[in-house]
């Protein structure tokens, strides 16, 4: 019985200490959520607000007491459009180089393998200007192509896919090959289906990702029609930053279709972390 009452014991203080610890984290975005909807009197005046309106959201879709509308649901609709659009390129591009690095024998695989691996370990701020030349020399700038085009190849993704296929046995490869498949046949039909988890992972990861990318997508545009969600809430910063209740809101609002993605792909994400991590 003693046993029993150290061991509850011991228990209930992990419970305790993990309540705590999730608390710390979570705070920091509750906190967001309940100053969104808090009264603008009580906009970062207590820890927990207890007046509470829509007056902030009303405010960002209005233009409040500025006059000026902001294009929130343009905004919404470019960085869906843009986030979308680029993951889908990432995905897709690093399945096939993926396959090609992993299944097939090519002169110079080794070395094109090589040379991921050591590009992953350059910040990718430092082909910022080159690369932004090159979107105003071909004519992108301020569009959708400057947006997405170059934001469609993720090194991360190819690693991911790369390791993966390599531990999927070859046997199944050579069967369909005898029977005549071709290789884009084979990846689409054999390699994707047995990779649904991973490419949950990785889709979400390059989803969130893009989602949230501020530099490029800042410097990028100019127009108004253009801009995404992100970079209409950090000019927020400026000429509104003494509205603290609407930038709850915003960032609210940016985070919300994160959330409900991983909640809906959530089992599928767990499964894929535990093959991704073995």
Same mark, same amino acid.
Do not use: C
């Given at each position: 019985m003693?046993g029993t009452?150290r061991?509850n !014991?011991k228990?209930i203080?992990?419970?305790?200490?993990?309540? #705590?610890?999730?608390?710390v984290m979570?705070?920091?975005?509750?906190y967001m959520?309940? !100053?969104?909807?808090?009264?603008?009197?009580?906009?970062?005046k207590?820890? #927990?607000?207890?007046?509470y309106? *829509?007056?902030s959201?009303t405010w960002?879709f209005?233009?409040g007491?500025?006059? #000026?509308?902001?294009?929130?649901?343009?905004?919404?609709l !470019?960085?869906v459009?843009?986030s *979308?659009?680029?993951? +889908?390129?990432?995905?897709?591009f690093?399945?096939m180089?993926?396959?090609a690095?992993?299944?097939?024998? /090519?002169?110079?695989r080794? $070395?094109?393998?090589?040379? @991921?691996?050591?590009?992953?370990?350059?910040?990718?701020?430092?082909?910022?200007i080159?690369?932004?030349?090159?979107?105003?020399? *071909?004519?992108? %700038?301020?569009?959708?192509?400057?947006?997405?085009?170059?934001k469609?190849v993720?090194?991360w993704?190819?690693?991911?896919?790369?390791? +993966? +296929?390599?531990?999927?046995p070859?046997v199944? @490869?050579e069967?369909?090959?005898?029977?005549?498949?071709s290789?884009f046949?084979i990846?689409?039909?054999?390699m994707?289906?047995?990779?649904?988890?991973?490419?949950?992972?990785?889709?979400?990861?390059l989803?969130m990702?893009? /989602?949230t990318e501020? &530099? /490029?997508?800042?410097?990028?545009?100019?127009s108004?029609?253009?801009? $995404?969600?992100?970079?209409?809430?950090?000019?927020?910063?400026g000429?509104?930053?003494?509205?603290?209740?609407?930038? %709850?809101?915003?960032?609210v609002? &940016? $985070?919300v279709?994160?959330?409900? @993605?991983f909640?809906?792909f959530g089992k599928? +994400?767990?499964k894929?972390?535990?093959?991704?991590?073995?």
């Open positions: 003693v009452k061991s !014991n228990l203080i992990r419970y305790v200490i993990a309540g #705590i610890l999730l608390l979570v705070y920091p975005y509750l959520v309940l !100053n969104s909807f808090a009264d603008w009197s009580q906009v970062d207590k820890l #927990i607000p207890t007046d309106s *829509l007056k959201y960002l209005t233009g007491d500025s006059g #000026i509308t902001r294009p929130w649901i343009n905004a919404f !470019n960085s459009i843009v *979308l659009l680029s993951t +889908f390129l990432m995905m897709a690093g399945v180089v993926a396959y690095l992993s299944k097939l024998k /090519w002169r110079g080794d $070395t094109v393998n090589n040379f @991921i691996m050591f590009h992953m370990f350059f910040p990718s701020i430092i082909l910022l080159p690369s932004f030349l090159i979107v105003q020399k *071909l004519g992108w %700038y301020d569009s959708y192509w400057a947006l997405i085009i170059p469609g993720s090194l993704a190819i690693f991911m896919y790369t390791n +993966f +296929f390599k531990a999927v070859t199944f @490869i069967a369909a090959r005898l029977d005549g498949a290789d046949k990846l689409y039909k054999i994707l289906p047995m990779s649904k988890s991973i490419t949950t992972v990785v889709f979400l990861f989803l990702e893009r /989602w501020l &530099l /490029w997508d800042m410097i990028m545009v100019s108004d029609n253009m801009l $995404t969600l992100n970079v209409l809430l950090s000019q927020m910063f000429p509104y930053g003494t509205y603290p209740g609407p930038l %709850y809101a915003g960032s609002l &940016l $985070t279709p994160i959330i409900i @993605i909640i809906i599928n +994400f767990q894929g972390m535990q093959v991704s991590l073995k």
